[in-house]
């Protein structure tokens, strides 16, 4: 009878150590950013004594110009990320899965820059982007076309961010999508080349809605990260000129850590978790209703 | 038609091939360059006066050598950790049914997918009132919610391909389950413990978001935020930042570009049966 107690139980504890982890620094934290929302904590304030304001610092938020204007800024950065990468991922995913010599070291190569850190990719790029020296722009010159100011016009800098962007996480998009190719039996196109389906009709018609499954995560994956992404564009920019270049994470990250209001930080990361699950939720529904 | 298709396939891979190289090899080039020679307008695609000034300086700068040696610590640290707590969860999840088994699963799944960015704030608070601020184990402990759950899921997957007879005879004999993981299937596992090892010190050496906020004191620094505050002290020294850059750049690339093969296969096997 004790044996078969242990029996059940040891699951639990073979699991005990992994939750005990993620309950402890990431759902308490998550839950808890709840309650230091409502409360007013600063840097000077931050070992107690916080006093309950209600939603005063969402308020604030609400009010805030700079706020509203890092939420457009994530709306074209991330609007911009997705659709690219995702793009450009597709593309790679699907031609190196042809018969193409050396497939296998292209996609080696091709992995490199998700390996690379967001904040060497900023680096970088901040380096090949910089409007007097850069190669970039001796490059355009040599094609007879004019310098862009890639990171000093507050129009074009967010697009700069999205190209540094995407040569960091377009490789994960290649080797996710790649992985759902690998899962597609190469019978099926077997079977459609035979019934007279021409690659392209093959591609709509077989490939896409195999791979819906992995479309899915890859879209929520690539998503969830640009909304919070913020090491590369607080190397390559700051935010800045101005505030052109300030997402959300970076603005709740200058709220709190620049400025020392954590509980106004917190509202905002409160809002950010609210918009991560929205998009999460309606990508789900999407694919649920096709 | 063949070959117009040929054409425009193997163009795409060109095009690309030089996008995700062009950045590389620009940057190898630059390290390589004095100072003055690295912001020189029009650019040298190769350096004229070709030194190796700038990795020794790099290398021989005090925080930046603390910080080296603290990422790798961290890093190494961090792997371990989870990858030993990831295994017996993957291992549960593999060989048991227990109530509550899918629901947890797919919570650990969702986890994932929440950014740590939005529990930066949280974390800071309560690791300022432990006292754990600045710590090389505070990072260790953090970096556990970046890895522990794409580890367990990697590891249940893997587990799964192994036959359960395997340790079922051994079990019989009167082996207890921890023995049994450990004398049975952690050896046989060591391409899937090789994958997640791998994927997990990438995660740690590359993270910025949580050591930035969580421990910017020299001697707790590591070498990503060293090299950050390096540009944010003094003015750009490009020749000193790309050689810092390529040096950030070693172990990832090498491990990934090593064991390439083996981690798409493996990452195949997990989606495919995730």
Redesign the interface.
Same mark, same amino acid.
């Given at each position: 009878m004790l044996q078969l107690r242990t029996q059940?139980l040891?699951?639990?504890l073979?699991?005990l150590?992994?939750?005990s982890?993620?309950i402890?620094?990431?759902?308490?934290?998550?839950i808890?950013?709840i309650y230091?929302s409502v409360h007013d904590?600063s840097l000077t304030t #931050?070992?107690?004594g916080w006093k309950y304001v209600g939603i005063k610092n969402f308020s604030n938020l609400l009010y805030d110009p700079d706020f509203h204007k890092s939420l457009q800024v994530s709306l074209v950065f991330v609007g911009g990320s997705v659709a690219i990468q995702f793009f $450009?991922g597709m593309?790679?995913a699907v031609?190196?899965n042809?018969e #193409?010599r050396g497939s296998?070291t292209?996609?080696?190569?091709?992995?490199?820059?998700w390996?690379?850190?967001?904040? #060497?990719t900023g680096?970088?790029?901040k380096?090949?982007f910089?409007d007097?020296?850069g190669?970039l722009n001796?490059g355009l010159g040599q094609m007879g076309l004019n310098p862009v100011a890639w990171l000093s016009d507050p129009g074009t800098v967010v697009w700069t961010l999205v190209i540094a962007n995407m040569?960091h996480g377009t490789p994960f998009t290649v #080797?996710?999508l790649?992985?759902?190719l690998?899962?597609i039996n190469p019978l099926v196109y077997e079977a459609a080349r035979i019934d007279g389906a021409t690659?392209i009709k093959s591609f709509f018609y077989i490939t896409l809605p195999l791979l819906r499954p992995?479309i899915l995560i890859n879209l929520?994956?690539i998503t *969830?990260?640009s $909304?919070?992404f913020?090491?590369l564009i607080? $190397?390559m920019t700051n935010g800045g000129p101005l505030f052109s270049s300030t997402t959300s994470?970076l603005y *709740?990250?200058r709220q709190?850590?620049e400025f020392g209001l954590?509980s106004k930080?917190?509202a905002a990361?409160f809002i *950010?978790?609210g918009i991560?699950l929205i998009l999460?939720f309606s990508y789900i529904r999407l694919f649920r209703r096709q | 038609m063949i070959l117009f298709?040929k054409t425009l396939?193997?163009s795409?891979?060109a095009v690309? +091939?030089f996008?995700?190289?062009a950045?590389?090899m620009?940057?190898l080039s630059?390290s390589f360059k004095p100072n003055e020679e690295a912001?020189?307008?029009?650019?040298k695609f190769l350096p004229d006066n070709p030194t190796l000034d700038n990795y020794l300086f790099v290398l021989t700068d005090p925080k930046l050598v603390t910080s080296l040696f603290n990422s790798l610590l961290v890093s190494i640290a961090s792997t371990a950790l989870s990858v030993?707590?990831?295994a017996?969860?993957g291992?549960?999840?593999a060989r048991?049914e227990?109530k509550g088994?899918n629901l947890?699963m797919s919570t650990?799944m969702g986890?994932f997918?929440?950014?740590?960015?939005? /529990?930066?704030?949280?974390?800071?608070?309560?690791l300022? /009132?432990v006292g754990l601020l600045n710590s090389l184990l505070a990072l260790i +402990?953090?970096f556990?919610?970046l890895i522990?759950?794409l580890n367990?899921f990697l590891l249940k997957n893997y587990f799964e391909t192994i036959p359960k007879e395997l340790e079922e005879a051994a079990l019989i004999d009167g082996c207890s389950?921890l023995r049994a993981l450990w004398h049975i299937i952690v050896p046989i596992s060591m391409p899937g413990f090789l994958i997640a090892g791998i994927l997990s010190f990438?995660f740690s050496? /590359?993270?910025?978001?949580l050591p930035?906020?969580l421990s910017n004191k020299p001697d707790v620094m590591l070498f990503?935020v060293a090299?950050?505050q390096f540009?944010s002290l003094y003015r750009i020294d490009?020749g000193y930042?790309?050689a810092g850059?390529n040096i950030?750049?070693i172990p990832?690339?090498v491990?990934?570009?090593f064991f390439?093969?083996r981690?798409?296969r493996g990452?195949?096997l997990?989606?495919?049966r995730g």
């Open positions: 059940k040891q699951p639990y073979l699991l150590p992994a939750l982890i993620l402890a620094f990431l759902l308490f934290p998550l808890w950013n230091l904590v #931050i070992l107690g $450009v593309v790679l031609v190196l042809q #193409i296998n292209l996609r080696a190569l091709f992995i490199i820059p390996t690379v850190s967001a904040v #060497i680096f970088s790029f380096f090949i910089n007097s020296f190669v001796y040569w #080797i996710f790649t992985a759902g690998f899962s690659k992995f929520i994956l *969830m990260w $909304v919070n913020f090491d607080l $190397v994470s *709740m990250y709190a850590f954590l930080g917190a990361g *950010m978790i991560n999460a | 298709e396939l193997y795409t891979v690309y +091939l996008i995700t190289l950045p590389l620009w940057v630059t912001i020189s307008f029009p650019p030993a707590v990831s017996l969860g291992y549960a999840f048991f227990f088994k947890l650990i986890l997918m929440i950014p740590v960015v939005i /529990n930066i704030i949280p974390l800071y608070i309560m300022a /009132n +402990l953090t556990q919610i522990i759950p367990i389950r990438r050496w /590359n993270e910025f978001v930035i906020v990503q090299l950050y540009i490009w930042l790309t850059i950030a750049l990832v690339v491990l990934m570009l390439q093969k981690m798409i990452l195949t997990g989606a495919v």
